[in-house]
C-alpha cells in the first residue's frame, strides 16, 4: 500500500526540512515556502493532508486555508501558528482546519495532530468506498455517458449531503424514480440505515394510516396484541420512500405533514408522540401541483415534500444511457440466472437504440431479463430480447392500412404487392438481426432453411 501523501507549507527552511525529516519514513512528504507553491502543486491533485503555516508571506495561511478547501473540500489541513492566538485559531477552525499545532514544534505533538488527521481521511475514504459499493451494487445511477442520468445524479449528490431534507421525484411510471431514490438514501450521511420502499397505491387506503404510523395495543377492533411499528418507525435512522404519494387519503396526509414538519408522530391509539429521524423521499407520475388546485392534495404538505424536487427524464429522452443500462441488466441477470451471455450483438444493440421505451427503464429491464433467461448463444441476440408478441405489435403497429397498395377500378397485381411485403419483413427482420440469418428467421417464426429458400427467390 503507497503511503499518504502530506504536504508542509511554512516559510521557514528549518521547520520544512525538520518536518520532512520526521515524517519521511512514513509518509511522502513534499515541502513549499509558499502558499502558491503548494496550491499550484496540486493541479494534479492534491495530497492527503496539508501542514499549513498561517503568517506566510504574500497569500497567508487562512486565505491559503479556504482556497484549498474550494477546490478540496474533502482535505484534512492541520494550521501551524507561531502563537496560540484564539481568534485565528477558531476562524480557521470555522473556515475547515482539522486541527493546528503551536511552534515550536514537537514531535510528539506533531505526530499525533497528524495520525489523527490522517485516521479520519482512512475512515472518510473507508466511508465513501462503502457508499460507492452499495450504489454500484443497487443501481445504475451511475451509468450513462452524458446528460441524462448524469445530470440527475449531479442533483442527488447535491440534495443527500442533508440527512433528512424532503425530496420529491417527479417522472413518467417506470422511469427509475426508485433507483433516484435509493441514489439519494446512498449518497446521504444515514445510507448505512435502511431504505424502505412503500406503494402507497398498493396499501388499501383505509390501511395506510396505520401502516405507516402504526398503532398501540387494541386500538381498533382486530389490531395486534402487542401494538405495531409503522413504517416511518420501521425506516428510524435512514430512508423512507413514499411512491405514489399523491395516493394518501386526507387523514394521512395531515399526519405525515405533521411529522415532517416536527420529527414526531402519534401511533394510532397513543396519547403520547413518537419521534424519530427518517428521511421522507417521495414520488408521483402524477401532477401534484394540478391535484393541489383541484383540492385532492394538501397544498402545505405539497410544499413540504417538495423542498428539493428531481425531474427524471423517461428513458426515450436519454437515450444515451439505454445501452449503459442495458449491459448493466444484463450483468446482474446472468448472475441471478447462472448464465455466461458475454453482451449485446451488434443488431441487439442497434434494436434497443431505436426501439421506443413505453414502459422506460422497467420495461428495459423486462426485456434484458427475458433475454438472458432464454437466450443459447454467448451473446444477447435482437430476437432474444424482442420476442414474438414484441415482433408482432410492432408490426401491427406498423402494418397498417394505409401501408397496403390502393385497390382500384384498374385492379391489382395481388402477387406483386404479397413479393413487396415480403421483402420488406425480410429486410426489416435482418436488419433487427444484424444481419444474422438465423436470427431473422426467428423473427419472423420460421426454420433457417425455409428463410435462406424463400430468401434466394427474391
Not at 528549518?14 to 493541479?43: C, H, K, N
Not at 501551524?80 to 477552525?93: F, G, L, N, R, S
Not at 398503532?215 to 423512507?240: C, D, M, N, V, W
Request: with cysteine; hydrophobic share 40%.
Amino acid at each position: 500500500m503507497n503511503p499518504c501523501s502530506l504536504y508542509v507549507i511554512d516559510d521557514e527552511e528549518s521547520i520544512r526540512q525538520s518536518v520532512r525529516l520526521a515524517l519521511q519514513p512514513q509518509y511522502r512528504v513534499s515541502v513549499f515556502a509558499t502558499a502558491e507553491d503548494g496550491i499550484a502543486a496540486m493541479d494534479g491533485g492534491g495530497p492527503d493532508l496539508v501542514l499549513l503555516d498561517i503568517g506566510l508571506p504574500g497569500m497567508n495561511g487562512l486565505e491559503a486555508l479556504q482556497a484549498i478547501r474550494s477546490r478540496f473540500p474533502e482535505m484534512a489541513v492541520v494550521m501551524i501558528t507561531a502563537y496560540e492566538d484564539v481568534q485565528t485559531v477558531v476562524q480557521a477552525m470555522r473556515h475547515g482546519a482539522y486541527d493546528y499545532v503551536v511552534k515550536p514544534l514537537t514531535g510528539e505533538v506533531l505526530l499525533q495532530a497528524i495520525r489523527n488527521a490522517m485516521e479520519r481521511v482512512r475512515l472518510r475514504r473507508e466511508l465513501f468506498a462503502l457508499q460507492e459499493h452499495c450504489l454500484q451494487e443497487d443501481i445504475p445511477c451511475c451509468l450513462g455517458e452524458k446528460g441524462g442520468l448524469q445530470e440527475v445524479m449531479a442533483r442527488v449528490a447535491m440534495v443527500a449531503k442533508s440527512p433528512d431534507t424532503p425530496v420529491l421525484i417527479v417522472g413518467e411510471t417506470g422511469s427509475g424514480k426508485e433507483l433516484v431514490a435509493r441514489a439519494v438514501h446512498y449518497r446521504s450521511p444515514n445510507f448505512q440505515g435502511v431504505f424502505l420502499p412503500v406503494n402507497c397505491a398498493a396499501i388499501p387506503k383505509e390501511l395506510i394510516e396505520s401502516e405507516l404510523f402504526g398503532y398501540e395495543a387494541g386500538a381498533f377492533s382486530g389490531a395486534r396484541p402487542s401494538g405495531k411499528k409503522g413504517l416511518i418507525e420501521e425506516a428510524q435512522g435512514g430512508t423512507l420512500f413514499l411512491d405514489e404519494i399523491g395516493d394518501l387519503l386526507p387523514e394521512a396526509q395531515a399526519k405525515l405533514l405533521r411529522f415532517l414538519d416536527s420529527g414526531e408522530f402519534f401511533r394510532i391509539g397513543a396519547g403520547k408522540a413518537t419521534r424519530v429521524q427518517t428521511r421522507i423521499v417521495s414520488a408521483t407520475n402524477h401532477d401534484l401541483e394540478e391535484m393541489v388546485s383541484r383540492n385532492q392534495f394538501r397544498r402545505d404538505l405539497y410544499y413540504r415534500l417538495s423542498v428539493v424536487t428531481i425531474q427524471v427524464p423517461s428513458l426515450n429522452e436519454r437515450r444515451d444511457d439505454i445501452l449503459p443500462l442495458a449491459e448493466f441488466f444484463l450483468k446482474r441477470f446472468c448472475v441471478k440466472f447462472g448464465k455466461q451471455v458475454e453482451g449485446l450483438s451488434a443488431g441487439a444493440r442497434r434494436f434497443l437504440q431505436e426501439y421506443h421505451f413505453s414502459g422506460n427503464v422497467r420495461e428495459l429491464k423486462n426485456m434484458i431479463e427475458r433475454g438472458v433467461l432464454m437466450s443459447c448463444g454467448p451473446v444477447l441476440e435482437a430476437a432474444d430480447i424482442s420476442g414474438p408478441e414484441m415482433a408482432a405489435a410492432d408490426t401491427s403497429a406498423a402494418w397498417g392500412k394505409e401501408c397496403y397498395p390502393p385497390l382500384t377500378h384498374e385492379g391489382l397485381d395481388l402477387e406483386a404487392a404479397l413479393h413487396d411485403m415480403e421483402r420488406h419483413f425480410f429486410e426489416e427482420a435482418l436488419r433487427h438481426a444484424g444481419g444474422n440469418e438465423s436470427m431473422a428467421a426467428r423473427l419472423l417464426r420460421m426454420n433457417h432453411h425455409t428463410f435462406r429458400y424463400r430468401r434466394k427467390k427474391m
